[in-house]
């Protein structure tokens, strides 16, 4: 059984930045490619950036830059530092196993951390 959960998310006006944090354990295991994930209202889920269990990263261009993204193996954990945050960037955001989106409907994911950016 898949666990996630996701914390560090809050209400900030644009230039601020946030940490978010992500604890998973189940059948989620320290080798997989991790992604953070959003979502906004109206929108499809997309994912904004992956890092390998070896450390390589992955970002979606509208946040490279802006966001980085981490983890830590040994507490089986994956953070999203977010700085020079945009109204933009105001979504739901998850974690999860980086797949395709053609995955999205049968993985089981947290209940997100909600950000919202105000101009």
């Known amino acids: 059984q898949v666990q996630l959960v996701e914390s560090g998310g809050g209400s900030v006006q644009a230039g601020g930045s946030l940490r978010l944090a992500c604890v998973f354990s189940?059948?989620?295991?320290?080798?997989?490619?991790m992604g953070w994930y959003r979502q906004a209202p109206g929108n499809q889920r997309e994912v904004v950036a992956s890092?390998?269990?070896?450390?390589?990263?992955v970002y979606q261009d509208s946040v490279r830059a802006r966001f980085t993204i981490s983890r830590d193996n040994a507490k089986n954990t994956v953070y999203l530092q977010m700085n020079n945050l945009k109204p933009e960037d105001t979504a739901v955001y998850y974690c999860n196993r980086f797949l395709p989106s053609a995955w999205y409907a049968s993985m089981s994911w947290g209940q997100g951390t909600q950000v919202t950016v105000s101009s």
């Open positions: 890092i390998t269990s070896g450390g390589d990263t």
């Open positions: 189940g059948n989620i295991f320290s080798r997989n490619t």
